[in-house]
């Protein structure tokens, strides 16, 4: 299989702001035609290892690429679309006008009219920045990051703030670009946003890579899967088992969480006769996602 062609990059990267080191020696690359999930807690790297990407910052030490050049080389950014967490835009310009400006930036954008269409945007094309909703001017900041037909887009927490028909519709329209050979650089504290979307995920702690790969390899790193069962046995009683790490209760059922399931079930099977609706499955994302950060030891 030949490696796909490497559009942004961290090569043996670090950055400190004073004491607290942000970013340790951190290799972090985005391909061609993929979206990258970019995870961590609070204080990981993500938005940092993002600010060295595209310039906003310079490393202490190692090198960041973007499209081949350096992360300032305006040629680059030409191909670059941007949605941060926050956003200063002209408070008078209506939606429309601001849309206008972002695309005479780039050498060949997208039609105003579709990037209102494609983003959800058209309903509110008139009304200035000032008068629109926390989640309308994220709408907006969305449109500005696709409309010039970039060939990579770094999504910086950009469902934050909208309702759940704008985020479909902000999934739907990531979808679309992806399918379409645009790359995407997805910072998100959603972790199902992640799992919907993500062809590969990336997990920061304390500045550091702990983990890569595709979302079925995060989460074989876990060995962690759920039980769903309806049975007469208490949910203490299991809670205090061998390889029991959770047990919780719901009208769908008792759901544990082992890191033997094996044993689990046949302790279940042999405790209740009359036990029904047994279902075994992997870990999620979120499983495997709060089991590396746990486990990641300080430095």
């Known amino acids: 299989m030949i490696p796909k062609q490497k559009l942004a990059e961290l090569s043996q990267v670090t950055k400190r702001f004073g004491s607290v080191v942000a970013l340790d020696n951190l290799d972090l690359g985005v391909g061609e035609g993929e979206l990258l999930a970019l995870l961590g807690p609070n204080g990981a790297g993500k938005t940092t290892a993002i600010s060295l990407l595209l310039g906003l910052q310079q490393a202490d030490a190692g090198t960041a690429r973007l499209l081949g050049r350096p992360p300032h080389s305006i040629e680059a950014r030409r191909e670059v679309g941007v949605m941060m967490q926050e956003a200063a835009l002209a408070p008078e310009l209506h939606t429309r006008e601001q849309i206008e400006l972002v695309a005479s930036y780039y050498p060949a954008p997208m039609g105003v009219e579709e990037t209102l269409r494609l983003t959800g945007t058209l309903p509110i094309a008139k009304r200035p920045y000032s008068a629109l909703s ?60 992640a799992e919907a979307l993500a062809d590969r995920v990336a997990v920061l702690a304390r500045g550091r890579l702990i983990a890569s790969g595709s979302l079925s390899e995060i989460r074989a790193l876990v060995v962690r899967k759920r039980i769903t069962c309806r049975t007469t046995l208490a949910q203490q ?63």
Not at 152 to 176: K, M, N, S, Y
Not at 275 to 283: G, N
């Open 134 to 193: 926390g989640g309308q001017k994220r709408q907006v900041q969305f449109a500005l990051a696709v409309v010039g037909r970039p060939r990579l887009i770094f999504l910086d927490e950009p469902t934050v703030g909208l309702d759940l028909q704008a985020r479909e519709l902000v999934w739907t329209t990531v979808r679309r670009l992806v399918d379409g050979g645009c790359s995407i650089v997805l910072t998100t504290h959603y972790l199902e946003e």
């Open 237 to 299: 009683e299991i809670s205090g088992w061998p390889d029991v790490q959770t047990v919780s209760l719901d009208q769908r059922g008792l759901h544990i969480t082992a890191s033997n399931t094996e044993n689990v079930v046949r302790r279940l099977l042999a405790a209740d006769p009359d036990l029904q609706d047994l279902e075994v499955q992997r870990a999620g994302l979120a499983e495997a996602f709060s089991e590396l950060t746990r486990e990641e030891p300080v430095q």
